[in-house]
T-cell receptor, first 113, second 115 residues
C-alpha cells in the first residue's frame, strides 16, 4: 500500500500558486519524498524530491515539515498545462539499487481559467 | 538526448493472444522498470530488470515476463491475454549507479486493448 495520503482533487486559479499537501506520517529516516505528475494518458513526469530540507527547481518547490510527517508541493504560477494528477511518493534509497515506486491515487489538480 | 521511448503506442489484441512491448531507456541508464496502469488507477509495479536479470517483481502472474538486452533495452511479454490486461503499460528507466538519489524517468506508455 502507498505510504502517503493526498486529497483526491483540488482546484486552483490560473496564475495563482497551487499548494498540494501530502501526509506521510509513517515515513522512515531513510525515505525520500518524491513528487511526480501525470498529464492525461501520458507517462508520469518527475517533478522534485527531498529528504528533509526544502527544495526548489525550475518546476516547483517542495516544503517538508521539520518532523517530516507531511510535505507540500508548490507550483508558483499555475498554468492550464499544470492540470494533471499529482503523486506524492516516499521511497527508500539504497545506494546502488533502485527500488519500485508504489503509487497511491494522487491528487487531481484542476487549473481554472 | 532522447528520453525513454516505448513501442508500439497502441495495440489491440484478442483474448488468449500473446503480446510483446518494447522499451528503450534514457541514454546512460541501466535499469528498466515496468508498470501497469488500469483506467482511473495509479501505476502498479510489474517488475524491474538490471544487468539483464529480473531484480524485483510485483504481484503479477507468471503470464507476465520480461527481458533486458545488453544495450539495456527491455521487452515485456504477456501470454494468454485476458480482458483485464487492458491497460497503459509504462516503462521507466534509471541509473542504479547514479548515486544516493535515484530517479525513475517514464516513457509515454503503450496502450493495450484486449477484446
Amino acid at each position: 500500500d502507498a505510504k502517503t495520503t493526498q486529497p483526491p482533487s483540488m482546484d486552483c486559479a490560473e496564475g495563482r500558486a497551487a499548494n498540494l499537501p501530502c501526509n506521510h506520517s509513517t515515513i522512515s529516516g531513510n525515505e525520500y519524498v518524491y513528487w511526480y505528475r501525470q498529464i492525461h494518458s501520458q507517462g508520469p513526469q518527475y517533478i522534485i524530491h527531498g529528504l528533509k530540507n526544502n527544495e526548489t527547481n525550475e518546476m516547483a518547490s517542495l516544503i517538508i515539515t521539520e518532523d517530516r510527517k507531511s510535505s507540500t508541493l508548490i507550483l508558483p504560477h499555475a498554468t492550464l498545462r499544470d492540470t494533471a494528477v499529482y503523486y506524492c511518493i516516499v521511497r527508500v534509497v539504497r545506494g546502488n539499487r533502485d527500488d519500485k515506486i508504489i503509487f497511491g491515487k494522487g491528487t487531481r489538480l484542476h487549473i481554472l481559467p | 538526448d532522447a528520453g525513454v521511448t516505448q513501442s508500439p503506442t497502441h495495440l489491440i489484441k484478442t483474448r488468449g493472444q500473446q503480446v510483446t512491448l518494447r522499451c528503450s531507456p534514457k541514454s546512460g541508464h541501466d535499469t528498466v522498470s515496468w508498470y501497469q496502469q488500469a483506467l482511473g488507477q495509479g501505476p502498479q509495479f510489474i517488475f524491474q530488470y538490471y544487468e539483464e536479470e529480473e531484480r524485483q517483481r510485483g504481484n503479477f502472474p507468471d503470464r507476465f515476463s520480461g527481458h533486458q538486452f545488453p544495450n539495456y533495452s527491455s521487452e515485456l511479454n504477456v501470454n494468454a491475454l485476458l480482458l483485464g490486461d487492458s491497460a497503459l503499460y509504462l516503462c521507466a528507466s534509471s541509473l542504479a549507479r547514479g548515486g544516493l538519489v535515484i530517479i525513475q524517468y517514464f516513457g509515454p506508455g503503450t496502450r493495450l486493448t484486449v477484446l
